[in-house]
């Protein structure tokens, strides 16, 4: 009976649910027995379980009392809103057994909930989602920010610039192009569409470049350090470009006034975020002991407010680009008083509050596709654009890549990487159709269309790059050493940009050249794992002996 268990598809299943963590869980002496592993879950898991629905019950009652109707089930707002994003959560956690990103089980969780009348988000929810909608933007860029690393953009920087800008404007001119003859959408539109479905998802890419880095493939020409700051660079152009768009669309102002409005956004967008982030350097003062959460609320008001404040004086796309700005010098700050790049409290802060934002947002924007309402002939001439430009993207992506030190199959591997979409469409698609109050009108239309490409540019772009990503990496690219990630190092244990970089490239590349092989080296400490051919003997030894 227990090889039929050990072997059923349900054992496994149960295996892959229980995540590995760094100390063993503390438990009753009758957990096991009523608990057998690893069929249940840990009493740690339990735990953490029971203690999140009773804050989320709790929680739910007072603000019950202080709203009332407006959170009670079955149709109020935000009772309908807490159940999406609590299934979304769910359907997040299903697809990531699944290896892919938990974004895509979001989506279609919303998807799937809107058309089947468990939730109706129709346009009651419009000013909630749009400030949900701003401050997951906020820690997007935040994070997007903090998760630079200034010493492989300082080493890769003509190959980011390269193949990070120039395919971006490629693939959103071609995006222009084609939505404003075959959606007959206006050229104000077309352009806003283009510059957001430019834009990289890292929230993709990441856990498949971190199953990828783990068994050491890529790591010697530091191709997953390349993409990551290639989807940074792609995301901060897309949310700066589409701010200047959208503020000079919906802005009454002069026409010398809307000429100035770029370079001005630009300019003043990037000089306070700089000076935010010093002054985020200098308060609170570094030996406080309130000085990580200090630092952290700092930059999380900061860039609300930038956001927030820029769209209310007419310069949107200043705000965006100050977060990014502002978090890049904070990182830069505080890496010199004794922060490291790979263990920041903050950027494991704003991972945390992504964590809480994910769900809501994608479980959101999943829910406004109504199939009811959708064009099927409007929905395959998308799909039909979202293909050519993903192809067109591909193919400039290993063009410029020419004449870097990549092989073929490694450019190809790049350009299958920086094809996902998903965390700027979704933050940005929606809103446009939130600024226009005529549903009568050709500019609802044309936002409507925008939606309706950036939602199925998710559906389409982020399995698939996902998918390709994890079958197309051992075949294209060269598996050097397998690192040893220290124990504890990080405090989540979900895949991290900061875990795809902990591993200097330069030294990785120097071995390999030297016919060097089997030896794991970590950044963060001075020990190597050097494994014999029958992988029992382990042994640890002085790094620098290597």
């Given at each position: ?237 897309s949310v700066a470009i589409y701010g200047v768009v959208k503020s000079i669309m919906f802005s009454n102002s002069s026409i010398t ?290």
């Amino acid at each position: 009976m227990t090889n039929f268990f050990d072997s059923s598809w349900w054992y496994i299943f149960c295996l892959k649910c229980r995540s590995e963590e760094n100390h063993p869980s503390w438990q009753p002496s009758i957990w096991p027995k009523l608990c057998p592993y690893p069929f249940c879950p840990t009493y740690r898991q339990f735990s953490r379980i029971m203690a999140l629905v009773l804050i989320g019950v709790l929680a739910w009652c007072i603000l019950y009392s202080i709203v009332g109707d407006v959170a009670a089930p079955p149709n109020g707002i935000l009772y309908q809103l807490i159940i999406l994003s609590i299934s979304a959560h769910i359907g997040g956690w299903l697809m990531r057994l699944t290896t892919l990103p938990a974004l895509i089980g979001m989506l279609f969780t919303g998807v799937l909930f809107q058309n089947t009348k468990i939730v109706n988000i129709d346009d009651q929810f419009s000013e909630i989602s749009k400030v949900l909608r701003e401050v997951a933007l906020v820690i997007i860029l935040i994070r997007a920010g903090l998760d630079l690393d200034p010493q492989a953009l300082k080493r890769l920087k003509y190959a980011v610039l390269k193949i990070g800008l120039i395919p971006w404007f490629t693939e959103a001119a071609a995006t222009a192009v084609l939505s404003k003859f075959l959606l007959k959408m206006s050229w104000s539109y077309s352009i806003l569409l283009g510059s957001i479905i430019g834009a990289v998802s890292p929230a993709v890419v990441v856990s498949c470049l971190f199953r990828l880095r783990s068994k050491g493939y890529g790591v010697a020409k530091g191709i997953p350090t390349l993409i990551i700051a290639v989807a940074g660079i792609d995301d901060a152009t897309s949310v700066a470009i589409y701010g200047v768009v959208k503020s000079i669309m919906f802005s009454n102002s002069s026409i010398t006034q809307m000429i100035l409005q770029g370079p001005v956004a630009i300019i003043g967008g990037l000089a306070f975020g700089v000076m935010w982030g010093i002054i985020c350097n200098y308060t609170p003062e570094k030996h406080d002991p309130f000085m990580v959460p200090l630092r952290i609320l700092l930059l999380l008001v900061g860039g609300t407010v930038t956001v927030l404040g820029s769209e209310l004086i007419g310069y949107g796309g200043a705000g965006p680009l100050a977060c990014v700005a502002a978090a890049f010098t904070c990182l830069i700050c505080w890496t010199k008083q004794g922060w490291e790049i790979e263990d920041n409290p903050a950027a494991t802060a704003f991972e945390i509050f992504w964590m809480i934002f994910e769900p809501i947002l994608f479980g959101i924007t999943g829910a406004q596709v109504k199939f009811s309402e959708l064009d099927g002939e409007i929905v395959g001439v998308a799909v039909a654009i979202l293909l050519m430009v993903i192809l067109l993207r591909m193919l400039f992506t290993v063009l410029v890549a020419t004449g870097s030190d990549y092989n073929m199959k490694e450019k190809i591997f790049i350009a299958f990487a920086l094809m996902a979409k998903a965390t700027v469409q979704a933050a940005l698609g929606p809103v446009a159709l939130g600024e226009i109050t005529d549903k009568n009108s050709e500019d609802y239309d044309y936002a409507k269309k925008l939606m309706v490409v950036c939602i199925l540019s998710i559906m389409v772009s982020a399995p698939t790059g996902a998918f390709l990503i994890t079958i197309s990496g051992p075949r294209l690219l060269t598996k050097t050493k397998i690192p040893v990630m220290p124990e504890g190092w990080r405090r989540s244990h979900r895949p991290s940009i900061r875990d795809i970089s902990i591993i200097d490239e330069e030294e990785e590349r120097e071995d390999v050249e030297n016919g060097t092989g089997g030896i794991a080296v970590s950044c963060s400490n001075s020990f190597i794992t050097q494994k014999n051919s029958s992988n029992k003997d382990v042994s640890k030894i002085d790094g620098n002996s290597s």
